[in-house]
Nanobody
Framework: QVQLVESGGGLVQAGGTLRLSCAAS????????MGWYRQDPGKQRELVAR???????NYADSVKGRFTISRDNAKNTVYLQMNSLKPEDTAVYYC????????????????WGQGTQVTVSS
């Protein structure tokens, strides 16, 4: 009913730039928040950046000053601008969203995308 589709991942050299996109589609009444998480094999998934419907921002300390999250509410899309990439940024990046799917139930449900691979070479 709700689908999150990521794009923009790839292979870049250290110091390079990537921009990730995540578009939400399906039965969407409103989106409370969207964000990005990342995970390396064998490690815990961690929050990278999050933005609420009101514009509140949350970044992991490791990406502050380098990554920027933004939203296009009309397109139900969230972006992650990644500058000055480092090898330690290598991971699968997952889009996440808290979405209200109808007008009568005041409950948000959490959804995940399939992930997009980001690889930063040294």
């Amino acid at each position: 009913q709700v689908q999150l589709v990521e794009s923009g991942g790839g292979l870049v050299q250290a110091g390079g730039t990537l921009r990730l996109s995540c578009a939400a589609s399906g039965s969407i009444f409103s989106i409370n928040a969207m964000g990005w998480y990342r995970q390396d094999p064998g490690k815990q998934r961690e929050l990278v950046a999050r933005i609420t419907s009101g514009g509140a921002l949350n970044y992991a300390d490791s990406v502050k000053g380098r990554f920027t999250i933004s939203r296009d509410n009309a397109k139900n899309t969230v972006y992650l601008q990644m500058n000055s990439l480092k090898p330690e940024d290598t991971a699968v990046y997952y889009c996440n969203a808290d979405i209200r799917t109808n007008s009568w139930s005041h409950v948000d449900f959490n959804y995940w995308g399939q992930g997009t691979q980001v690889t930063v070479s040294s």
